[in-house]
C-alpha cells in the first residue's frame, strides 16, 4: 500500500507542478485543496504529501491557517537562481560535450526541435522543452549531484523563462541562441559551448532585471 501510496505522490507532483510552471495557478490565491483533490479523483493525504514536496522545491509556501500559494516571481529569486545556473551549468555542458555519444546527440537534436515547434506555435510547452533541452546538454556528463542540482534550478528558472519569453521576438532570439549551443556542443567544441552556455544564461538575466523591476 506505501508504493502505491507514493507513487500517487510523484504523479501529483508532476501534475501540480506542470499547473505552476505553465502559470495556471494564480500566486496570490491559495491552492484550493478540497477543489484540486476532487478535480484529480485523490484524497487529501497524497495531495498534501505532494504539496509538501513542491515547497521543499521552492515553488509553492505554506501560511499557518491559510494553506499554500504559489510563490511569487521575484528579482531576489531570480538573481539566486540564474547566478547558480552560471556557476554550474556552462562547465556542466562542456564536460558533456566531450563525452556525449551517438544517442545523446539525437535526443538533443530531437529535442530542439520539439522546442522550435511549440515556440513557432506559441504553445505552453516552451517552458517544459527548453527545460529539457538544457538537461539533454547536461545529462551525458554523468556527473549526478551537478545534475540533481540543475534540475532543480530549471524547475525553479522554467516560470522565469517563460516570463522572459514575453516580449517580441525574445522567443527567435533564445532558439537562435540554442542552435549556436547545439553545434558547438555537437561538435566538442567544449570552450565555444561553456562561453555560449554562459552568455545566453546572462542574457536572460539581464532581461528579467528590468522586466522584473518594471512591473
Keep these: 500500500m506505501s ?5 500517487l505522490s510523484d504523479q ?3 501534475l501540480v507542478r506542470d499547473r505552476i510552471l505553465t502559470g495556471a495557478v494564480h ?7 478540497d477543489a484540486l483533490a476532487a478535480e484529480l479523483g485523490v484524497s487529501k493525504i497524497p495531495l498534501r504529501e505532494a504539496l509538501a514536496r ?9 501560511q499557518a491557517n491559510r494553506g499554500y500559494f504559489v510563490r511569487a516571481l521575484s528579482t531576489e529569486e531570480a538573481e539566486e537562481v540564474f547566478a547558480l545556473r552560471l556557476k554550474l551549468e556552462p562547465e556542466a555542458i562542456a564536460c558533456a560535450a566531450a563525452v556525449a555519444d551517438y544517442d545523446h546527440r539525437r535526443l538533443a537534436m530531437e529535442t530542439l526541435a520539439k522546442l522550435d515547434q511549440a515556440t513557432s506555435q506559441h ?4 517552458g517544459a ?3 529539457a533541452f538544457h538537461l539533454a546538454l547536461i545529462r551525458p556528463g554523468q556527473r549526478l549531484i551537478t545534475l540533481n542540482i540543475l534540475e532543480r534550478l530549471h524547475v525553479l528558472s522554467e516560470r522565469y523563462v517563460r516570463k522572459h519569453l514575453e516580449p517580441l521576438g525574445r522567443d527567435q532570439r533564445a532558439n537562435e541562441e540554442h542552435h549556436e549551443m547545439l553545434d558547438s556542443w555537437m561538435e566538442r567544441d567544449v570552450e565555444r559551448v561553456a562561453q555560449l552556455t554562459r552568455a545566453h544564461i546572462e542574457q536572460t538575466l539581464e532581461d528579467l532585471r528590468r522586466q522584473l523591476v518594471s512591473e
Design 123 to 126: 504553445g505552453e510547452g516552451v
Design 3 to 7: 508504493i502505491i501510496i507514493r507513487n
Design 27 to 33: 500566486p496570490d490565491l491559495p491552492i484550493r485543496q
Design 129 to 131: 522543452f527548453n527545460r
Design 54 to 62: 513542491l515547497e521543499q522545491e521552492g515553488l509553492i509556501r505554506s
Design 12 to 14: 501529483l507532483v508532476e
